[in-house]
């Protein structure tokens, strides 16, 4: 099983910028691939996006095109979601998981969650 910790929510104003990170208890954690999501008061849990476990590859739900960028440090068994130009339609609680099987944009395919971490965007 995974632990993992985000960090990196608060409160910011629209057009501006977070680093929402994600901290794995394990070294294994280079081997996961790994996804964000988020869920909207009121609203099902959405995904963000997703990187391979190398790091080498990203793919992005089109609401974080262009804005949004995943990254991951293996050696810190961490991965980051740099968010740009902020919406406030961007407010949510941010959950990062580790990916078990299945289609990376499905919720059903990650095992392992942390607890979230929450961004709110002011107009």
């Known amino acids: 099983q995974v632990q993992l910790v985000e960090t990196g929510g608060g409160l910011v104003q629209a057009g501006g910028s977070l680093r929402l990170s994600c901290t794995a208890s394990?070294?294994?954690?280079?081997?996961?691939?790994m996804g964000w999501f988020r869920q909207a008061p009121g609203k099902e849990r959405e995904y963000v996006g997703a990187?391979?476990?190398?790091?080498?590859?990203?793919s992005y739900a089109d609401s974080g095109k262009g804005r949004f960028t995943l990254s991951k440090d293996g050696p810190k068994n961490t991965m980051y979601l740099q968010m740009n130009s902020l919406k406030p339609e961007d407010t949510a609680v941010y959950y990062c998981?580790?990916?078990?099987?299945?289609?990376?944009?499905?919720?059903?395919?990650?095992?392992?969650w942390g607890q979230g971490t929450q961004v709110t965007v002011s107009s």
């Open positions: 394990i070294r294994t954690f280079a081997t996961y691939a």
């Open positions: 990187i391979s476990w190398s790091g080498l590859r990203t």
């Open positions: 998981a580790a990916h078990s099987t299945g289609a990376l944009r499905y919720t059903y395919a990650y095992d392992d």
